[in-house]
C-alpha cells in the first residue's frame, strides 16, 4: 500500500490531531517517527507511565568533541502522538532519525530545532503576506486556530513552500537519505499493509522523492544498521525529567511553540475554552504580584481580544489576540522594547513587568517526573550513595574543617556537585583563591526538583563524582584558552574537587593558554594561585603536582617575556603587573631546583628591565627588587638615588617594595637615603610624590611600616616606638583639606597686607 507521509511541526497541536487521526484511521503496520534511532531498543522505556514533559538526553564524548542534546516530548508533541497511537493499534513502532551524538547534528542542541528557521527569507515573505509579526503567530493563524478540514492539505503547501527548490545542507542531507532507508525497508517488509512516516514537515519533500526513487546502485530493502559509538568515545542517551519551561521559547529553546502552558490547554480542551483559561491565569497571575487587576479591566481586555480576532479572521481567540487584548487594557505607559510575542527568542532586558508576567503565565511550572523503573546512569546512584554515606541527603546547613579528614572529603562531594552545576547545593563561605588560608567552608543544602534531570544530564561526563567533575573541568580549562582567571579558576577548583592530576592533553592546553596570554597581571595571577597549590597544598592534595608544576614553569616563562615588552613613559604603579613579577620570583625561589627553573636567564631579563628607561618606573623598582630578592650583586643606594623623581619615585619604590622590602629594612643606608631624600623635598613636590608614596609603603606590613617610624625617630634623636607616626588622630583627606584651607586665607591675608611682620 505504501507510505504516507506526514509533516509536522514539533510541538503543534494541530499537527498532533492530525498524527492521531491518520494513524488511528490506517491502523499501519508501522508507524516510523523522525527520532534517535539508537532508542529503538529502549521504547518500552520510553513508553512508560512517565508524567511528561520528558526528554531523552544524548551525550557524546572523545578526544575531539563533546556534544550533548535533547530531545523533548510533551503530550502534545506529534512524534509523542504517534508512538502511543502506533502503540493502541498495534503498529511496529521505529525511530528513522540519526543518533543525536552523530556528526549530522553537531552544533545542535536540540533534535527538533525548526528546520524552517534557517530560511528566514521564505518565512519572511509568508509572514508579509499574512500580515503575521512572526513564524509563530503565523502559524496559529493557519493551522492552530482554524478548523481541522483540510488539515493535511495546508500542511503539505506550507512546508513545500518552505523547502522550495533549495538544497538541504549536508547534514540534512546525511539524515534524509538515512531516514528514506528505513521508509523504503519499512514499506517492503509491510507488504499490502500502509505505513505511516511522522518527520519534520521541512523533510518531508525528500523523503517523498528519495524513498520513490533509487540510486543507480541496487537498493538494500533490508533494515538499516544503528551507527554504534566509535570504540575511542563514551556517551549514551538516557530519559530525563524536563519542564515547560526549559520547553519555552521565550526561555531560548530552540524549537516548537513557546508558552507550551498554553498549547497544553489547547490539546486539551480546544482553543475556545484555551483562550477562557489563558485570561484567567494570567490575570491571576498578576493579581498575585499584587498587581491591580479589577473585573472591568478583564472584561475591556476580553472585548479588545475578541475585536482583534474578528479583524485578523480568527474564528476563535488565538494567543497573540488574547495577549495583545491583555497588554492594551493593562499597561498604560510606553514599552522600551517590542512586545515579546511579536519576535522570537528570550524576553529582552526592559520588558515591562506586566508583561513578564504574562509570558510566565502562559509557560507554566509544570515539571515532568519519569517512572520510577527508568533506568538511569551510574553517576545518579553514585552520587545519591555518596550524599547519603556523608550525611549530605537532608536539607539543612553544613559546616565544615577543612583540616578534618572526613569533613574534607565531604567538601571534595560537594565541590563535585557544584562543578556539574547540580541545584540545591550552595556555598557561602570558603577559600577562593589558592592563596588565602581560610580552612573552614559554610554550605547550604536545600530540596530541588531539577537535581534528577541535573545529574542525568551530568551522566554524560563520567560515572561518578570525581570522574565527571574532573571531565567537566578538563574542558573548562581547554575553553578558558587566553581566559587566564577561567584558567585560574577552573585548576583551583580541581584542586577542591581533588582531582588534582588531568590528562596529558588538558595539561598541554593549560600550558598552551599561558603561553600565548597577552597580559602579564593575569598570567601572575594564575602562576600565584598555582604555585600556592604545587608548593604547599598538602591539605587538598596538590602539593608537588606534575600538572602543576609544568603550568608554574610555562607562567614564569610568560612572565618574564611579557614583563620585557612592556614599553611606556611614566605611569601610576600597576598592582598586577607587579605581583606577577612577584610570582615569578617566589617560583625561582620555591621551585627552581624541583622544576628546573633557569635563575641566571630570569636574573638577565631583570637587569635589563631595570635599566631601561623606556620601562614604566613600577616595572623597573618590581625588576630591580626581583634581581636584590634573589641575591643578585646589586648597589640599592645608588638604584634609590637614580629613581628619586619627585613624578615617578612612589611608583618606582612600589615595584622594589613589593619585591624586597626585606631587603630595604635589612640593608644599610637604604632607609637613611630615603629618609634624606624624602625630607628635602619641597611642600609642592612633596604633594605630587605622596599618592604613589603611600601606595609604596603600603606593601609593608604594619609591624614593619613601624619599624620604619622607629628608625626616622631615632635618627631625629626621638625615643619611642614610631607607632603614633602611624596613626594620625585626624583622617588624611579632613588634614589635606585644613592645610588647603589654610593655604587658602594665607593667600587673601598676603593679598590684603594683612599679615604679621
Not at 490531531?17 to 523522525?34: F, G, W
Not at 478583564?298 to 485578523?312: D, Q, T, Y
Not at 493593562?330 to 513587568?353: K, M
Not at 608614596?693 to 628608625?711: D, M, N
Request: proline letters at 6%; glycine letters at 8%.
Amino acid at each position: 500500500m505504501g507510505a504516507t507521509f506526514i509533516g509536522v511541526r514539533h510541538h503543534s497541536p494541530a499537527c498532533a490531531r492530525l498524527v492521531a487521526a491518520t494513524i488511528s484511521a490506517l491502523r499501519p503496520a508501522y508507524v516510523l517517527v523522525e527520532g534517535p534511532v539508537d532508542m529503538n531498543g529502549r521504547l518500552d522505556e520510553l513508553l512508560l507511565e512517565h508524567e511528561l514533559p520528558v526528554a531523552v538526553f544524548t551525550s557524546y564524548r572523545d578526544a575531539e568533541r563533546q556534544h550533548a542534546s535533547w530531545a523533548p516530548f510533551c503530550a502534545y508533541s506529534p512524534e509523542w502522538v504517534a508512538l502511543t497511537t502506533g502503540r493502541e493499534v498495534g503498529a511496529q513502532l521505529r525511530f528513522i532519525d540519526l543518533p543525536a551524538w552523530h556528526p549530522a547534528f553537531a552544533g545542535r542542541r536540540n533534535r527538533y530545532a525548526d528546520a524552517e528557521q534557517r530560511y528566514a527569507e521564505v518565512m519572511e515573505s509568508l509572514c508579509r503576506t499574512f500580515a503575521a509579526d512572526n513564524v509563530d503567530t503565523l502559524w496559529d493563524h493557519l493551522f492552530e486556530v482554524p478548523p481541522a478540514d483540510g488539515l493535511a492539505e495546508r500542511l503539505a503547501v506550507y512546508f513545500d513552500l518552505v523547502r522550495g527548490e533549495s538544497t538541504a545542507g549536508p547534514e540534512d542531507a546525511a539524515r534524509e537519505a538515512y531516514m528514506a532507508r528505513w521508509v523504503r525497508a519499512a514499506v517492503a517488509d509491510a507488504g499490502d499493509r500502509p505505513v505511516v512516516v511522522v518527520t519534520g514537515g521541512f523533510h518531508r519533500p525528500a523523503l517523498i522523492q528519495l524513498s520513490a526513487t533509487s540510486d543507480s546502485a541496487p537498493v538494500d530493502l533490508g533494515w538499516p544498521q544503528t551507527p554504534e559509538l566509535p570504540a575511542t568515545a563514551a556517551g549514551g542517551s538516557y530519559l530525563v525529567p524536563y519542564s515547560f519551561r526549559r520547553l519555552d521559547a521565550f526561555d531560548g529553546y530552540q524549537s516548537g511553540m513557546p508558552s507550551p502552558d498554553y498549547y497544553q490547554r489547547l490539546w486539551d480542551i480546544g482553543p475556545e475554552s484555551a483562550a477562557d483559561q489563558l485570561m484567567a491565569a494570567v490575570v491571576g497571575r498578576l493579581r498575585e504580584r499584587r498587581q491591580a487587576v479589577s473585573t472591568a479591566d478583564l472584561i475591556a481586555a476580553r472585548v479588545s481580544a475578541e475585536g482583534l480576532a474578528r479583524v485578523r479572521g480568527h474564528r476563535h481567540l488565538a494567543r497573540v489576540d488574547v495577549l495583545d487584548g491583555l497588554a492594551a487594557t493593562l499597561v498604560n505607559e510606553a514599552l522600551d522594547v517590542p512586545l515579546p510575542w511579536s519576535t522570537r527568542g528570550t524576553l529582552r532586558t526592559g520588558t515591562h513587568p506586566a508583561i513578564v508576567e504574562m509570558v510566565a503565565a502562559l509557560s507554566g511550572d509544570r515539571v515532568g517526573r519519569l517512572h520510577p523503573s527508568t533506568p538511569l546512569p551510574p553517576l545518579v546512584h553514585h552520587a545519591e550513595a555518596d550524599l547519603e554515606r556523608h550525611g549530605l541527603d537532608r536539607p539543612g546547613d553544613v559546616s565544615l574543617k577543612l583540616t578534618d579528614p572526613t569533613d574534607l572529603e565531604r567538601s571534595r562531594i560537594l565541590h563535585r556537585l557544584r562543578v556539574l552545576r547540580i541545584p540545591g547545593f550552595t556555598r557561602h563561605a570558603g577559600p577562593t583563591t589558592g592563596i588565602d588560608p581560610v580552612l573552614d567552608e559554610e554550605w547550604s543544602v536545600r530540596a530541588d526538583d531539577n537535581r534528577l534531570p541535573a545529574l542525568i544530564e551530568g551522566g554524560g561526563y563520567g560515572p561518578t563524582l570525581d570522574e565527571a567533575a574532573a571531565a567537566v573541568l578538563a574542558d573548562r580549562i581547554a575553553a578558558a584558552r587566553g581566559d587566564m582567571e577561567q584558567l585560574a579558576a577552573a585548576l583551583f577548583g580541581a584542586a577542591l574537587c581533588g582531582s588534582g592530576q588531568v590528562s596529558d592533553r588538558v595539561l598541554h592546553d593549560v600550558a598552551g593558554a599561558v603561553a600565548a596570554a597577552p597580559e602579564v597581571g593575569p598570567v601572575g595571577r594564575v602562576l600565584a594561585v598555582v604555585l600556592a597549590l604545587w608548593r604547599h597544598d598538602h591539605l587538598l592534595g596538590t602539593a608537588g603536582s606534575g600538572t602543576l608544576g609544568a603550568v608554574v614553569k610555562a607562567g614564569v616563562e610568560r612572565v618574564l617575556w611579557l614583563a620585557e615588552g612592556v614599553h611606556g613613559g611614566a605611569a601610576p604603579a600597576e598592582p598586577a603587573r607587579i605581583d606577577a613579577l612577584v610570582a615569578a620570583r617566589d617560583a625561582l625561589v620555591h621551585a627552581r631546583s624541583a622544576l628546573g627553573l633557569d635563575r641566571e636567564a630570569a636574573l638577565a631579563v631583570a637587569a635589563r628591565i631595570a635599566s631601561n628607561a623606556h620601562v614604566p618606573p613600577d616595572l623597573r623598582g618590581a625588576a630591580f627588587g626581583f634581581a636584590w630578592s634573589l641575591g643578585a650583586q646589586v648597589e640599592p643606594v645608588r638604584a634609590v638615588r637614580g629613581a628619586f623623581a619627585p613624578a615617578s619615585v612612589g611608583d618606582w619604590l612600589a615595584g622594589m617594595f613589593a619585591l624586597a622590602r626585606e631587603g630595604v629594612l635589612a640593608a644599610n643606608g637604604v632607609l637613611d637615603l630615603l629618609d634624606e631624600l624624602l625630607s628635602g623635598m619641597g611642600e609642592q613636590e612633596f604633594l605630587i610624590a605622596l599618592p604613589a608614596l603611600r601606595q609604596a609603603f603600603a606593601y609593608f606590613p604594619p609591624r614593619e611600616r613601624e619599624t620604619i617610624a622607629r628608625h626616622v625617630l631615632a635618627r631625629r634623636g626621638v625615643a619611642g616606638s614610631g607607632r603614633a607616626l602611624l596613626r594620625l588622630p585626624i583622617a588624611p583627606d579632613v588634614v589635606a583639606a585644613g592645610r588647603a584651607l589654610d593655604e587658602r586665607v594665607d593667600a587673601l591675608l598676603a593679598r590684603e597686607g594683612l599679615m604679621g611682620t
